[in-house]
């Protein structure tokens, strides 16, 4: 921040009686350049971000989709809570499905707030899972896929590389899981 400099006081001195007209309009310049500040640490910081009605309430519905093909999967229950704070954001899902539709590809789930973009997958959550057939390992988890709206499905296990969870093993199951993620400052609607 560069700090207003009022050119009429003397370097290294306020004369308070001789100046206050001076001295107050410095000091009001003074206030409205930190209040700028602080508001753009503001904005940085927490960053803006797509509003949307049903996220702005912590209800979200999650979506199944392919990576190929999202198709349209046929739901027993997709329920979804998100908690954002800043960039920060925490997604809870619940979602039971008896048909993928025509879906293919990767098994994933949209997300409601953007992925940051990062090197890597850093962003892992942690899944419950029943009646899913694995395409490899003994377990799924989630992560945020960078730049994007997508969490996908990974399988996991001892002696066994990860891979992606495949639509052809998933027809039908439940996954419970949680993800928190950072998001981007200035996300497009």
Request: with cysteine; glycine share 12%; net charge negative.
């Amino acid at each position: 921040m560069t700090l207003p400099i009022n050119s009429n006081l003397p370097p290294y001195t306020i004369r308070v009686e001789e100046d206050k007209e001076s001295l107050s309009k410095y000091l009001g310049d003074l206030s409205d350049g930190l209040e700028r500040m602080y508001d753009d640490i503001v904005n940085v910081v927490n960053g803006t971000f797509r509003q949307n009605g049903q996220v702005g309430n912590l209800n979200w519905s999650p979506v199944l989709k392919g990576t190929t093909i999202p198709g349209t999967f046929t739901y027993t229950h997709q329920i979804g809570k998100v908690l954002r704070q800043g960039l920060i954001t925490d997604c809870w899902f619940d979602v039971e499905w008896s048909s993928a539709g025509a879906a293919t590809g990767n098994l994933a789930l949209t997300l409601p707030y953007k992925v940051a973009f990062v090197d890597e997958m850093p962003f892992v959550g942690i899944l419950q899972i029943s009646n899913v057939t694995l395409t490899a390992g003994t377990n799924l988890v989630i992560n945020g896929i960078s730049n994007s709206f997508n969490g996908e499905f990974w399988c996991v296990g001892d002696g066994v590389a990860t891979a992606n969870q495949t639509i052809a093993d998933s027809g039908s199951g439940r996954i419970i899981g949680h993800i928190r993620y950072i998001g981007q400052n200035d996300e497009p609607a």
